[in-house]
């Protein structure tokens, strides 16, 4: 008798969902793949393959490649999903996503994790727990005036790398909009201020 592996796709929650054959997935349901079927995150298609012979798979990958004339399809090996190397999170530069838009997009999204800020003030850690901010370290500031003082600056980097974080004190969970909204205000105090 001949072991068959069986693989399945689950969506955890993400707030723009996971498709599987043009049916969008309910979260936290494991649904079998069969082969050939078809995987939609956000804009990125994936067509699964379940073989016995990778051969077949390097075979039609040089075919499709060929015909398409560019690097719009790749092959991912399920090792290298499965890896503890995958990414967990997202990295980018904060002239292309400001810290407002960064905390706005975690609260949206429920997400849970450490966003680490380098900017050309400091650096700064904030503990992300459903989208709310449950610690924050910016420079020598710390919560609510770390998150103020973050807000300042548009260039540098960030990485949010996803997982749970402890909540120390329910009771000291900052609001995430009110603290947006508190921090452009202030943002927009201070601009007029140095204006005049």
């Known amino acids: 008798m001949r072991f068959q592996k069986s693989f399945s796709i689950s969506d955890l929650g993400s707030s723009n969902g996971t498709y599987l054959n043009g049916v969008k997935l309910p979260p936290n349901n494991a649904h079998m793949l069969k082969d ?10 994936f067509t699964v393959r379940i073989v016995e ?35 967990t999170g997202i990295t980018g ?15 949206a999204g429920s997400k849970s994790g450490i966003l680490s800020l380098t900017t050309t003030g ?6 992300i727990s459903k989208g709310k901010i449950v610690s924050a370290v910016f420079q020598e500031n710390r919560g609510e005036h770390a998150v103020y ?12 790398d996803l997982g749970e974080v402890d909540v ?10 009110f603290l947006l909204i508190e921090g452009c205000r202030l943002l927009d105090e201070s601009s007029k201020g140095s204006a005049g």
Not at 37 to 42: F, V
Not at 95 to 107: K, Y
Not at 122 to 127: D, I, Q
């Open 93 to 107: 530069s904060l002239t292309h996503l400001c810290p407002v838009e960064i905390f706005q997009m975690l609260d």
């Open 36 to 45: 050939r079927d078809k995987i939609r995150i956000a804009s990125a298609v």
């Open 168 to 177: 120390p004190d329910p009771e000291q969970v900052l609001n995430t909009a």
């Open 122 to 127: 400091g650096e700064g850690r904030f503990s």
């Open 149 to 160: 003082e973050a807000l300042r600056y548009s260039e540098g980097t960030f990485r949010f």
């Open 53 to 87: 012979n990778p051969a077949i798979i390097a075979g039609e990958f040089r075919e499709l490649h060929d015909r398409i004339q560019c690097e719009a399809t790749q092959i991912v090996h399920v090792d290298d999903i499965a890896s503890p190397s995958f990414p």
